[in-house]
């Protein structure tokens, strides 16, 4: 169909690829660009699926702690938090569940190690539960928590703040909060003893260093918030419905409260992210610009071994627009060729990032990808269709660029001016 559509242009651009014995060198040429092409595209496909995947791998961390949307009011307590929680409920089909929430700066103390934590009263819906604990005696983290039946109250710690403390699960800690009593023997400050009941094992975690749970009931006896909470943590059935649903809720719930997205409180740092797969984006195209020259750099060749050629061509009927047509061909089928298998080879790459990185690490003995320092268990990649389509299209039309200039030199030539000499 190809060669139908060109003619004999087709059948001279690719007689031209084919190297002759005193045309090796060109030829040499020509499996160099295919292999920039290919190392371009493949490198772009691959740094770009990676940092798609460590975009969504620290939504996903901050995600795990940080609700969708906050709503608060000015001055700290909210009163009334149950009707207020059917009215938000109410307001947006998106929103899926509505939990309210105590939040405090307060002081861990155990074994004479003091680690400084935002204690947190959350009811057992909360999303934090949903991630991978380690319990005492691996016991339902809703019951261990929620239901004490007189026990010592449950906190809920993470790994980090654990280890910093020396405690695991099962060791008591005291809960310290910012309230102090005024006696004829000066201030004391107030002390709580807690049990915990669960660490988060996600090692890592952006937030997980900095929240010690415990039930709502607790946490208002703690605080001394009475009937009142600090807010309310929704949460939708799409992080994409975020901003929509905020700005309802902004138009309803006007001034005295405050509704913030996590886009608000921590889209910067997702946008600093972006912006860096943009700049690598942007770098590593430069290696397909450079294979680029070398596509160029081989049709200049071509054009000036086989100018006996183009004029014969010319001589014989042939038109400017064939010739053009012809190398353009020739440099066209090196782009192809070369972000085809590009697109293979990165695709492939990218699909089997943690296996490979994995087998690497065993085989050298070294530590490429921390899990503890990431937070991550799998090495991040993920692969969007729209990134590898952008690839091509950016590898394909450098390609079809760089052809124009000598495929329109060699459409130039005269024929007279080629065989005067011969």
């Given amino acids: 169909m190809i060669k139908n559509l060109f003619g004999y242009e087709w059948f001279v651009s690719l007689r031209y690829l084919?190297?002759?014995r005193k045309q090796?060198?060109?030829?040499?040429?020509?499996?160099?660009?295919?292999?920039?092409?290919?190392?371009?595209?493949?490198?772009?496909?691959?740094?770009?699926?990676?940092?798609?995947?460590?975009?969504?791998?620290?939504?996903?961390?901050i995600l795990g702690?940080?609700?969708?949307?906050?709503?608060?009011?000015?001055?700290?307590?909210?009163?009334?938090?149950?009707?207020?929680?059917?009215q938000v409920e109410n307001s947006s089909p998106h929103i899926v569940q509505v939990s309210p929430f105590i939040s405090r700066e307060a002081m861990l103390l155990a074994r004479q190690n003091v680690a400084a934590v935002n204690i947190k009263g959350v009811d057992p819906d909360n999303k934090v539960f949903s991630q991978n604990l380690l319990t005492l005696e691996q016991g339902d983290i809703k019951k261990l928590l929620f239901k004490r039946n007189g026990q010592m109250p449950g906190i809920v710690i993470g790994l980090q703040t654990a280890a910093s403390l020396g405690i695991t699960v099962g060791d008591n800690v005291n809960v310290i909060p910012p309230i102090f009593t005024v006696t004829p023997f000066g201030v004391i400050p107030k002390m709580k003893p807690f049990?915990?009941?669960?660490?988060?094992?996600?090692?890592?975690?952006?937030?997980?260093?900095?929240?010690?749970?415990?039930?709502?009931?607790?946490?208002?006896?703690?605080?001394?918030?009475?009937?009142?909470?600090?807010?309310?943590?929704?949460?939708?059935?799409?992080?994409?419905?975020?901003?929509?649903?905020?700005?309802?809720?902004?138009?309803?719930?006007?001034?005295?409260?405050?509704?913030?997205?996590?886009e608000d409180m921590f889209g910067s740092f997702l946008a600093a992210l972006k912006l860096e797969k943009l700049g690598l984006f942007i770098v590593l195209t430069i290696i397909v610009l450079v294979a680029a020259f070398n596509i160029a750099t081989t049709l200049i060749m071509v054009v000036m071994e086989k100018y006996k050629?183009?004029?014969?061509?010319?001589?014989?009927?042939?038109t400017s627009r064939s010739i053009?047509?012809?190398?353009?061909?020739?440099?066209?089928?090196?782009?192809?060729?070369?972000?085809?298998?590009?697109?293979?080879?990165?695709?492939?790459?990218?699909?089997?990032?943690?296996?490979?990185?994995?087998?690497?690490?065993?085989?050298f003995q070294v530590v490429i990808f921390d899990q503890s320092v990431y937070?991550?268990?799998?090495?991040?990649?993920?692969?969007?269709?729209?990134d590898v389509l952008s690839v091509v299209l950016v590898a394909m039309t450098i390609s079809l660029m760089a052809t124009i200039y000598p495929a329109w030199r060699a459409s130039r030539m005269d024929p007279a001016e080629a065989l005067r000499y011969d």
């Fill in 18 to 20: 084919r190297a002759k």
């Fill in 24 to 61: 090796t060198f060109i030829s040499v040429i020509s499996f160099i660009s295919v292999v920039g092409v290919t190392l371009g595209v493949a490198a772009l496909i691959v740094v770009l699926a990676v940092m798609t995947g460590f975009h969504d791998g620290v939504r996903q961390q």
């Fill in 65 to 86: 702690n940080i609700p969708h949307i906050l709503v608060q009011k000015q001055g700290g307590r909210i009163d009334s938090f149950k009707e207020l929680s059917r």
């Fill in 195 to 262: 049990q915990v009941v669960g660490v988060l094992r996600h090692r890592g975690g952006i937030l997980d260093a900095f929240y010690g749970y415990i039930s709502l009931e607790e946490g208002q006896g703690l605080l001394d918030f009475d009937d009142q909470v600090s807010g309310l943590e929704v949460e939708l059935d799409g992080f994409d419905y975020t901003l929509p649903t905020t700005r309802e809720l902004r138009q309803k719930f006007p001034f005295p409260y405050i509704v913030r997205s996590w």
């Fill in 309 to 318: 050629d183009i004029a014969i061509l010319r001589s014989l009927g042939a």
């Fill in 324 to 363: 053009l047509k012809i190398f353009m061909l020739e440099g066209l089928v090196v782009g192809v060729l070369g972000t085809t298998l590009g697109t293979a080879l990165g695709v492939l790459l990218a699909k089997n990032a943690d296996p490979i990185i994995k087998w690497l690490e065993r085989t």
């Fill in 375 to 386: 937070g991550m268990e799998h090495f991040p990649s993920v692969v969007h269709a729209t």
